[in-house]
């Protein structure tokens, strides 16, 4: 049984999402995959400046998810993979929400709205990279279609990376 999609906005992140992503993102179950635990509101900060760096130049970025009351719920969008290991010269679909909304849909609607605008902004496919013990997000990449491509080791840790591409 296919269940409706909750309504979800995304917009450009401005300065003050990065206050809500660092308190939302402060939850240890929310990171679980993500290291464990927030990273400091700077460097929260920091990513929102880039991501609206990204939108200018790029049409695409990891914009802001709003519910339907405009809380912040977390982020959703795509950028350029940033690491030197694994899918180098790709561009990554993404996600992180906040452990109160899981479960709802949000994640999957908002990340089918991201590969519209993916698809408006000429992008030919997209990678997600997953922890190979995440299963939510795992499930995430089905519901989208996408096909998992190939399993990395990070540099900086023995966890495996799942790699999910899908064609547009």
């Known amino acids: 049984m296919n269940r409706a999609l ?32 927030a990273a400091e ?12 760096r990204h939108d200018a130049e790029l049409g695409f970025c990891l914009w802001t998810m709003l519910g339907s009351e405009g809380e912040v719920l977390g982020f959703t969008g795509a950028q350029p993979w940033p690491h030197a290991w694994g899918p180098t010269g790709q561009i990554e679909i993404g996600w992180r929400l906040g452990r109160a ?37 795992i499930a995430v990449t089905r519901r989208l279609g996408m096909e998992f491509a190939q399993t990395h080791t990070s540099p900086a840790s023995p966890l495996l990376a799942h790699r999910f591409q899908l064609a547009l």
């Open 6 to 37: 909750p309504d979800v906005t995304l917009r450009v992140p401005t300065d003050e999402d990065a206050f809500a992503w660092h308190r939302i993102f402060a939850d240890p179950e929310v990171m679980e995959f993500h290291g464990g635990r």
């Open 101 to 137: 909304h899981w479960g709802k849909g949000y994640v999957t609607a908002a990340a089918r709205t991201t590969l519209e605008r993916l698809r408006a902004a000429g992008v030919c496919d997209v990678v997600a990279m997953v922890d190979s013990r995440n299963e939510r997000s």
């Open 41 to 52: 509101l700077s460097v929260y900060e920091e990513l929102t400046a880039r991501q609206r």
